[in-house]
């Protein structure tokens, strides 16, 4: 039941919109039974090829920008005393979720209207030690030639009202395929370790159903009340890791002179 309710969705996403989606109305139809397995094949990589290469575009965009990432925090940790980005998580938005965001923003279910208007197909979420590392990666991040900046919010300088903070970033980054070069949009979270463990509590608050509304409440303000005992957190930790860092460094300095 799933299985045919997911074919139909795909037919329809790579259906032309000008056209109706069932071209064939007229036409007695053929049913599953009476084609042959290689026209049934046939078929469905007809139906679903498009949706595939798409999706397929999106898993070499996140894999371009997760390698950018990999490499900045490879050459930063060489110069600073620790490694930047603690870890890179990455997902591509699957078909049914897609569908339903061009259904709610009142767009054509084809994949030209999602190549144009949907720019968190492609997600990559960055998860730095401390808040200063956040800025300074996407400040060497959004410098590269093949980076276009198309949107920037900073939650953690303003976060949501639910209290949370990271720092998103569209950005469109060319792939290179056998047909050549494609841009691409890519959406980058930066965060926290704790922000980052912050909303993924959050989001399964978010996403309870059936959950009773005074409860949902409540929970909500303690979350909110969690997220501004975790900014405060943040801001200590980085206190603590700038004296360390500077007490090292006089150390050092005082090694050099020593042996001159
Ligand atoms: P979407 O249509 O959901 O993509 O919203 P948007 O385009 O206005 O983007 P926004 O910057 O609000 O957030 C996009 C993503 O950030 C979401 O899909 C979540 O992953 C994350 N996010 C934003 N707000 C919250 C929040 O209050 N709590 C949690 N847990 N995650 C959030
Ligand atoms: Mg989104």
């Keep these: 039941m799933k299985a ?49 290469n798409l999706l397929t575009d999106y898993q070499c965009a996140v894999m371009e920008v997760e390698t950018k990432f990999n490499i900045l925090n490879s050459r930063l940790s060489m110069q600073g005393e620790h490694n930047p980005i603690e870890s890179i998580k990455s997902r591509v938005k699957d078909y049914e979720s897609i569908i339903r965001k061009l259904e709610k923003l009142h767009l054509p279910i084809t994949v030209e209207a999602v190549e144009e208007n949907l720019m968190d197909v492609a997600g990559v979420r960055v998860i730095c030690s401390f808040i200063d590392d956040i800025y300074r990666i996407e400040k060497c991040f959004v410098s590269q030639e093949d980076v276009t900046l198309i949107m920037r919010k900073d939650y953690i300088q303003n976060p949501k009202p639910s209290g949370y903070r990271s720092l998103h970033l569209i950005v469109k980054t060319p792939i290179y395929t056998e047909n050549g070069k494609k841009d691409m949009y890519v959406e980058v979270q930066m965060r926290t370790i704790a922000m980052d463990f912050w909303a993924s509590l959050e989001h399964k608050l978010r996403y309870k159903k059936n959950l009773n509304p005074d409860t949902a409440e409540q929970l909500a303000k303690e979350l909110e009340a969690c997220a501004q005992e975790s900014a405060k957190l943040d801001e200590k930790m980085l206190r603590i890791r700038n004296r360390i860092a500077e007490d090292g460094a006089a150390v050092r300095i005082k090694d050099i002179s020593a042996l001159t």
Excluded: C, G, R, W
């Excluded at 071209?23 to 084609?35: G, I």
């Design 4 to 52: 045919d309710k997911n074919i139909e969705n795909a037919k329809n996403f790579t259906a032309d919109n000008n056209a109706p989606v069932d071209s064939a109305q007229n036409e007695p139809k053929t049913t599953e039974a009476q084609m042959s397995v290689d026209q049934y094949l046939e078929q469905l990589h007809a139906d679903f090829d498009p949706v595939y």
